[in-house]
């Protein structure tokens, strides 16, 4: 199996994820990855495979949410000739390919009722049979499933199989979200730039400038660590200095002058997220710019709480840039919030 990007990182919260992985790996169970996008759940997947006594046997992949159930059901369990059009002769399954190894199921959360039910059928007996077929066939494959949404909420509406749920929950493995990584990031962006400046055929990588640092600290990656690799390559791939540390950052490939407007929602009032300030509150105003001033802050309180504080959503649905938004923030003291 051929190793991806490895975890980088020394933050407290990802070595404890990290260690939690590692305990569970040498252990035959089912583990689930929960993680937000972009957190590395598939390289943690391929560790607990690594450190398995399965390394030797197949690591197999499957997306959940790219197909359709019916389409799902032909990659997972195989089918035989005839079993829908255009299935002119039989295929293995991918529970079949991964006898003996491990089967990672990303986006489980996607599943339907009908395949939650099927998946359950080989997690607690090891048996299905493929598409068009009544024939039972036995697997010993271990499941390592990974989602980013709330699977015991999904269980509690019903949308989630809760005896399926149990079966593959010996073990979670949480991942942190960049945000709460700070001291890795870094890290992380030194590792991204390093191999960029290899694949561009540089002599050597020149880091990062004071400036440069510092956006890569302040910025929230709502698309977390994937969002980080994309924006140091584009960084350094777009630098004209090889040998001067890397300065100008992209965080939106999207952004442009002729980029398509997007309709943005009004704020709420300030009065309805609690202000003791209502912004109407202006009949007895008798100090112009402090007005203004505090209705700017205001409108930025609301846009912020609605956006849950994620500094890159809440400067689109003002129409600023980010930078207009931190500045907007430092002059208002809500940098800190």
């Known amino acids: 199996m051929e190793q991806t990007t490895r975890l980088v990182g020394h933050s407290t919260v990802l070595l404890d994820a990290i260690e939690r992985a590692s305990r569970?790996?040498?252990?035959?169970?089912?583990v689930l990855v929960i993680g937000e996008r972009g957190t590395g759940k598939e390289m943690v997947a391929e560790r607990l495979h690594r450190l398995s006594p399965r390394w030797d046997q197949p690591f197999l992949s499957v997306n959940c949410a790219a197909l359709p159930e019916n389409l799902l059901d032909a990659e997972l369990f195989g089918y035989e000739p005839g079993a829908f059009t255009g299935a002119t002769k039989g295929r293995a399954g991918r529970f079949e390919e991964?006898?003996?190894?491990?089967?990672?199921?990303?986006?489980l959360g996607t599943l339907t009722p009908?395949?939650?039910?099927?998946?359950?059928?080989?997690?607690?007996?090891?048996?299905?049979?493929?598409l068009g077929s009544n024939q039972v066939r036995r697997v010993n494959v271990r499941i390592v499933g990974a989602t980013n949404a709330d699977l015991p909420g999904l269980a509690e509406e019903g949308r989630f199989r809760a005896d399926l749920l149990d079966r593959l929950s010996f073990e979670v493995v949480t991942l942190p979200p960049l945000r709460v990584r700070g001291e890795d990031i870094m890290?992380?962006?030194?590792h991204f730039g390093?191999?960029?400046a290899v694949e561009l055929g540089w002599d050597n990588f020149p880091?990062?400038?004071d400036a440069a640092a510092e956006k890569l600290h302040s910025y929230p990656w709502p698309g977390n660590v994937r969002e980080l690799k994309n924006v140091v390559e584009r960084a350094v791939y777009s630098s004209d200095a090889p040998d001067r540390p890397i300065d100008r950052l992209r965080f939106d490939p999207f952004e442009s002058p002729w980029r398509p407007a997007a309709e943005v929602e009004e704020?709420?009032?300030?009065a309805e997220i609690g202000h003791e300030k209502a912004v109407h509150d202006h009949e007895d105003c008798d100090d112009l710019r402090q007005a203004v001033h505090d209705y700017e802050k205001a409108i930025l309180m609301a846009a912020l709480q609605r956006c849950r504080f994620n500094?890159?959503?809440?400067?689109?649905a003002l129409a600023l840039t980010y930078d207009q938004l931190r500045h907007a923030m430092k002059k208002h003291d809500l940098h800190k919030n």
Request: hydrophobic letters at 45%; glycine letters at 8%.
């Open 24 to 30: 569970a790996a040498a252990l035959d169970r089912p």
């Open 98 to 107: 991964a006898d003996g190894g491990t089967l990672f199921l990303d986006e």
């Open 194 to 196: 390093r191999r960029m």
């Open 207 to 209: 880091g990062f400038s």
């Open 267 to 270: 704020p709420a009032p300030a």
């Open 114 to 130: 009908p395949a939650q039910e099927r998946l359950l059928r080989v997690v607690e007996y090891g048996e299905f049979a493929r």
């Open 187 to 190: 890290d992380l962006a030194s």
């Open 311 to 316: 500094q890159r959503e809440t400067a689109m």
